[in-house]
T-cell receptor
Framework: DAKTTQPPSMDCAEGRAANLPCNHS???????VYWYRQIHSQGPQYIIH???NNETNEMASLIITEDRKSSTLILPHATLRDTAVYYC????????????FGGGTRLMVKP | GAGVSQTPSNKVTEKGKYVELRCDPI?????LYWYRQSLGQGPEFLIY????????DSGLPNDRFFAVRPEGSVSTLKIQRTERGDSAVYLC??????????FGEGSRLTVL
């Protein structure tokens, strides 16, 4: 699986958009970009995934660059409950796909 | 319940003892995963089941670790002769056929 690089920590003001970057310059053509987050003392939670098109769901938007070497997860109106570690992972998309978690970005949403 | 259930939530044991951790996946999910997470780090893959068989056990650190899923549903992670370095949160996940993983709350193991 391709390796990802994320900043170790970020702050965001409550109510503002949180933009979390991820670099994955060695991504291969059939690998997807996944985002999970982990709130303190809980298991990781799936957020969103994409291949090359931008994606949006009720939780977030995923913007993938045209060359697919980087992506940004956007939380449009961050709340205090969005404080968590956010993991960007690239891997194949199918059942049986083992995800490799890196260190993630610790997002702190401040009032 | 609707989610992945893990028991016990906390386990304290002494060095050298045997430990079993249980995972009850979401009904109908055929794929089941075990991960281990140490403080301040991301989850580390241990083993993956598809149905009853271990499809990938490449993450198990050594032969003290073993996992079973005899009926293709509940899984048990077994750790023999526990060591202090085994202390971690052990996470279980199950997935839909499309591959989205749903994680449990984890079992926190402390080896004294």
């Amino acid at each position: 699986d391709a390796k990802t690089t994320q900043p170790p920590s970020m702050d965001c003001a409550e109510g503002r958009a949180a933009n979390l970057p991820c670099n994955h310059s060695t991504i291969s053509g059939n690998e997807y970009v996944y985002w999970y987050r982990q709130i303190h003392s809980q298991g990781p939670q799936y957020i969103i995934h994409g291949l090359k098109n931008n994606e949006t769901n009720e939780m977030a938007s995923l913007i993938i660059t045209e060359d697919r070497k980087s992506s940004t997860l956007i939380l449009p109106h961050a709340t205090l409950r969005d404080t968590a570690v956010y993991y960007c992972i690239v891997s194949l998309w199918n059942a049986g796909n083992m995800l490799t978690f890196g260190g993630g970005t610790r997002l702190m949403v401040k009032p | 319940g609707a989610g992945v259930s893990q028991t016990p939530s906390n386990k304290v044991t002494e060095k050298g003892k045997y430990v079993e951790l249980r995972c009850d996946p979401i009904s109908g999910h055929t794929a089941l995963y075990w991960y281990r997470q140490s403080l301040g780090q991301g989850p580390e893959f241990l083993i993956y089941f598809q149905g009853t068989g271990a499809a990938d056990d490449s993450g198990l650190p050594n032969d003290r670790f073993f996992a079973v899923r005899p009926e293709g549903s509940v899984s048990t992670l077994k750790i023999q002769r526990t060591e202090r370095g085994d202390s971690a949160v052990y996470l279980c996940a199950s997935s839909t056929p499309a591959g989205e993983l749903f994680f449990g709350e984890g079992s926190r193991l402390t080896v004294l």
